[in-house]
């Protein structure tokens, strides 16, 4: 009994430590959440691939996703289902309960509920990575239990609803409706850095309703101002990740004055934006007018095809899964034509090179291993990764063109061809890490003003050392009428620009980042 009673003084003592430590509550009446980065690295690209279905691009999965139930018209594309979290980088803790089951959470001004995963969870792979709410051990946990569920771009989460007390740095709020997850059938939630979601958009996108945090922090009386902002540190050599003040804005965290844009449609924070330029000259598309969304939630800037193309092709963009594809066939193209000339069996070649490993039949990818392996100790099976897939279509390629007696020359000419003909999955696409310098500044205009993005804040950095690849911060999103055409502005974005959220005087602002 004294054993338990130790451990239990212990685990108070640790969360409060942990809680001092990423929040604070200063005389200036502003509460603060510590942010943390997450770099990007290339198992969560793979894993975002991986679940578009049978490789199709975002922008085609755009069309599956239609508002239903109490969201609003069934002809409005709900932009929650579109979310792809694997891009996120930006984490903070809150606690549910008394005393307080810390989580880390993506605090995404994109959707509104909250969700965890839930101790009930029991045949999702990926609640058995994450911290779960145990409502048994909470004194303050109230029973909803009315069923929810939440659809993304890259995978669901459904359970049920619950009521405990949330803790959001040094801010209580009571009785919070949230959903406890029982069910996260995705490779996003397996690989995901994140246990759950704490939305901050409005109530009416809320599946089932429920009432925000926000909107709670604001009824129950817990911020000076109902405004929130937020500071993303971008800076890759400083461990701190930013800041999410709630009741105002931190001077500190901008230079100069904010421009306020009013939010024209509630449920996301949208706004109306201008012209896009490239290089200071205007693109067109955009001169009629845009909608755009401030979104904490995704790291990427999403607009529509004919613009983002046109950005691309000025940075010299190409296909992330072309360009991996070429990086194979120029450093393995001739082993493997040689390979097949003497007679090597074709299924084992591309482990025989190192881009997979043979499990008996086929080769398979190295990058992410099964649970079942983990747990069994055995390596030789696991998910495809993008160099792995390259080598085998590669194989099957080169083996066509030996039938017809091509030459060498021909046959790798021909592979590069086809290289340039494969789709990227989720749209996205890469740039040359050492032509930055070159690149030119792209630009939003909102209320009027200009915002220039110059290459170092719209390319992201995947990887480390010799492995890593540039990825262009821009993806192609049609959204139709009448909520597009629609730009999404992530972190990409409002890393370079501070952003206030005014709940108050229903607005959005941006201004430089300090």
């Not at 706004?271 to 067109?284: A, K, N, P, S």
């Not at 007696?405 to 790798?412: D, M, P, S, Y």
């Not at 630009?443 to 110059?454: A, C, R």
Request: glycine share 10%; hydrophobic share 40%; charged share 20%.
């Amino acid at each position: 009994m004294e054993a338990k009673l130790k451990a239990v003084l212990v685990s108070l003592f640790l969360s409060s430590l942990l809680f001092s430590l990423v929040s604070s509550a200063t005389t200036d009446g502003l509460f603060r959440i510590g942010l943390k980065k997450m770099k990007l690295d290339q198992n969560d690209q793979l894993a975002a691939r991986l679940e578009s279905k049978e490789g199709e691009s975002l922008r085609a999965s755009i069309r599956k996703y239609f508002r239903h139930g109490n969201l609003g018209d069934s002809q409005d594309t709900d932009i929650v289902g579109l979310k792809n979290y694997m891009d996120a980088q930006y984490f903070g803790e809150i606690g549910i309960g008394t005393p307080p089951q810390t989580f880390t959470v993506i605090f995404d001004t994109g959707s509104s509920n909250l969700w965890v995963p839930s101790s009930k969870c029991y045949f999702s792979v990926p609640c058995y990575f994450h911290s779960k709410y145990k409502s048994s051990q909470s004194s303050t946990y109230r029973k909803n239990g009315k069923s929810a569920d939440i659809h993304y771009g890259t995978g669901a989460i459904s359970g049920f609803f619950s009521e405990d007390n949330v803790k959001v740095g040094d801010l209580v709020v009571k009785n919070q409706e949230f959903i406890e997850a029982t069910r996260e059938p995705s490779v996003t939630f397996l690989v995901a850095k994140f246990d759950g979601i704490l939305g901050l958009g409005f109530q009416e996108i809320s599946v089932g309703n429920a009432v925000p945090v926000w909107y709670n922090m604001v009824k129950q009386g817990l911020v000076k101002e109902p405004v929130f902002s937020f500071w993303l540190n971008r800076k890759t050599d400083d461990d701190e990740g930013g800041e999410l003040v709630f009741g105002g804005v931190d001077p500190d965290h901008f230079k100069g004055e904010h421009t306020y844009v009013p939010v024209t449609q509630k449920g996301y924070w949208q706004f109306d934006m201008g012209e896009v330029l490239i290089d200071g000259e205007t693109t067109g598309y955009c001169a009629g007018g845009c909608a755009a969304i401030a979104d904490s939630g995704t790291s990427l800037l999403a607009g529509p095809t004919a613009v983002v193309a046109m950005i691309n092709h000025a940075i010299g963009a190409t296909g992330v899964v072309s360009q991996e594809c070429k990086t194979v066939v120029a450093q393995y193209g001739e082993t493997i034509m040689d390979l097949l000339l003497s007679e090597a069996s074709p299924q084992k070649i591309c482990s025989q090179i190192g881009l997979c490993t043979f499990d008996g039949t086929r080769g398979v990818g190295m990058g992410i291993e099964s649970v079942v392996d983990e747990k069994n100790g055995d390596k030789s099976s696991g998910v495809h990764d993008a160099g792995c897939s390259a080598c085998e279509m590669a194989v099957v390629w080169m083996q066509s063109q030996l039938r017809q007696n091509q030459t060498k020359e021909r046959i790798l000419e021909y592979v590069n061809e086809l290289c340039d003909r494969l789709p990227s999955p989720m749209g996205e696409s890469a740039v040359d890490c050492l032509q930055l310098s070159s690149m030119p500044n792209v630009s939003l205009t909102i209320g009027g003003k200009v915002f220039d993005l110059s290459a170092n804040e719209y390319v992201l950095k995947v990887g480390e050392g010799a492995a890593a690849q540039c990825i262009s911060g821009f993806i192609a999103m049609d959204v139709p009428p009448p909520r597009g055409p629609l730009w999404i502005l992530g972190d990409v974005f409002m890393g370079r620009y501070h952003t206030v959220f005014d709940y108050g005087n229903m607005r959005v602002g941006f201004a430089e980042a300090a």
